[in-house]
């Protein structure tokens, strides 16, 4: 059987954590291509420069040159495509309709697989419509016997006008193309792409620690979310991509096919306390002591900080471990507070 041909749309002009030359795509281009170089990869890139770095690691790699607006462009790879990994903005509307376009082209016998990028900011809908930030909310989700909940969420959710093209066409077009959606909580750990390597929520709460010289919580600093290393991420889309493959495989898909990724969860104001005293031991800020912010005091340090550290996103992945053998090992975030601390400072140039 022929290699399947795989397109790989790559970063946006607006969030530096996804596509190929992203955290999130570089990541798992890095872990797919490991496993699998005799895939016949092609992917989107917007300049010479970027293309670049995608070829100085992946020499066997196909590039078209375009940018997530390039729609006649992304249909059409779509269409010649077996498998479509969206790893790029999950809320770019455009991109994905070009893709659901493209693949729906597709035929009984050669069905599409699209792999799709979501996140599970999309259940913080009630803390960000109510700007409740900090408060613990009891309710969680689970991609098993809660599917249908997760895929019927209210329209003004973050993510879900994006998810719902992409189940949309898996409804529309059954016969032809297979979806499968991929949601992981806050993401953490190096990426080994050639690109960005850094993550977001953390992040950028030891980088604004450091810029302030103190520590905050958000409000009671309750809140809870769920985490993935990288690593682990990109081994779920390394076996949906497998299963693809190989024909669906093991992997459920269309209305079945909607995966959390996650390992284990945390709260907010735990990840705080121990941010501001790490580095306070490092020498880094002179103490401990944390400031107390509200919502609008949050988003004045930075715009999505009041989603990224202020609401509850509780998501069991339940799916990928059940029917695809997923087995997340990656060291736990708290572990690595440390190291992400440092990389903060030396890009502040505190160290």
Same mark, same amino acid.
């Given at each position: 059987?022929?290699?399947?041909?795989?397109?790989?749309?790559?970063?946006?002009?607006?969030?530096?954590?996804?596509?190929?030359?992203?955290?999130?795509?570089?990541?798992?281009?890095?872990?797919?291509?490991?496993?699998?170089?005799?895939?016949?990869?092609?992917?989107?890139?917007?300049?010479?420069?970027?293309?670049?770095?995608?070829?100085?690691?992946?020499?066997?790699?196909?590039?078209?040159?375009?940018?997530?607006?390039?729609?006649?462009?992304?249909?059409?790879?779509?269409?010649?495509?077996?498998?479509?990994?969206?790893?790029?903005?999950?809320?770019?509307?455009?991109?994905?309709?070009?893709?659901?376009?493209?693949?729906?082209?597709?035929?009984?016998?050669?069905?599409?697989?699209?792999?799709?990028?979501?996140?599970?900011?999309?259940?913080?809908?009630?803390?960000?419509?109510?700007?409740?930030?900090?408060?613990?909310?009891?309710?969680?989700?689970?991609? &098993?016997?809660?599917? #249908?909940?997760?895929?019927?969420?209210?329209?003004?959710?973050?993510?879900? @006008? +994006?998810? *719902?093209? !992409?189940?949309?066409?898996?409804?529309?077009?059954?016969?032809?193309?297979?979806?499968?959606?991929?949601?992981?909580?806050?993401?953490?750990?190096?990426?080994?792409?050639?690109?960005?390597?850094?993550?977001?929520?953390?992040?950028?709460?030891?980088?604004?620690?450091?810029?302030?010289?103190?520590?905050?919580?958000?409000?009671?600093?309750?809140?809870?979310?769920?985490?993935?290393?990288?690593?682990?991420?990109?081994?779920?889309?390394?076996?949906?991509?497998?299963?693809?493959?190989?024909?669906?495989?093991?992997?459920? &898909?269309?209305?079945? #096919?909607?995966?959390?990724?996650?390992?284990?969860?945390?709260?907010?104001? @735990? +990840?705080? *306390?121990? !941010?501001?005293?790490?580095?306070?031991?490092?020498?880094?800020?002179?103490?401990?002591?944390?400031?107390?912010?509200?919502?609008?005091?949050?988003?004045?340090?930075?715009?999505?900080?009041?989603?990224?550290?202020?609401?509850?996103?509780?998501?069991?992945?339940?799916?990928?471990?059940?029917?695809?053998?997923?087995?997340?090992?990656?060291?736990?975030?708290?572990?690595?507070?440390?190291?992400?601390?440092?990389?903060?400072?030396?890009?502040?140039?505190?160290?």
């Amino acid at each position: 059987m022929a290699p399947p041909k795989v397109f790989v749309p790559r970063d946006s002009l607006t969030n530096p954590r996804t596509g190929a030359t992203g955290y999130i795509g570089g990541d798992a281009f890095f872990r797919i291509n490991q496993a699998h170089p005799e895939w016949e990869f092609t992917a989107l890139v917007r300049s010479q420069e970027k293309g670049a770095l995608v070829t100085s690691k992946y020499p066997n790699t196909k590039l078209v040159y375009g940018d997530l607006d390039s729609s006649a462009l992304i249909e059409e790879e779509a269409k010649k495509a077996d498998i479509v990994y969206h790893f790029a903005d999950c809320d770019h509307v455009a991109s994905s309709q070009a893709i659901a376009k493209g693949i729906a082209a597709h035929t009984p016998d050669r069905p599409g697989y699209w792999i799709h990028t979501s996140g599970t900011g999309i259940l913080t809908f009630e803390d960000l419509g109510n700007s409740t930030y900090g408060d613990l909310r009891t309710k969680e989700y689970n991609d &098993w016997d809660g599917i #249908g909940e997760v895929t019927s969420l209210p329209d003004e959710a973050f993510h879900r @006008d +994006v998810d *719902k093209i !992409v189940l949309g066409v898996s409804e529309n077009a059954a016969d032809r193309v297979k979806t499968a959606i991929v949601c992981p909580p806050t993401i953490y750990g190096p990426g080994r792409g050639p690109g960005n390597t850094r993550s977001a929520q953390i992040y950028n709460l030891a980088k604004y620690v450091l810029k302030r010289k103190k520590g905050f919580q958000v409000g009671k600093g309750e809140n809870v979310w769920h985490e993935v290393h990288v690593h682990d991420l990109s081994e779920l889309f390394l076996l949906l991509g497998e299963a693809a493959a190989a024909g669906g495989g093991k992997a459920t &898909w269309n209305n079945e #096919g909607y995966y959390f990724a996650e390992n284990g969860a945390f709260v907010w104001g @735990d +990840v705080e *306390k121990a !941010v501001a005293k790490i580095a306070t031991e490092k020498g880094l800020i002179p103490s401990s002591e944390l400031d107390i912010l509200d919502g609008r005091q949050t988003g004045d340090l930075l715009a999505f900080g009041p989603f990224s550290w202020g609401t509850n996103s509780r998501a069991h992945a339940i799916r990928a471990r059940k029917i695809l053998g997923w087995n997340p090992q990656g060291t736990p975030a708290r572990e690595l507070l440390p190291d992400i601390i440092d990389l903060e400072a030396k890009a502040l140039g505190l160290k």
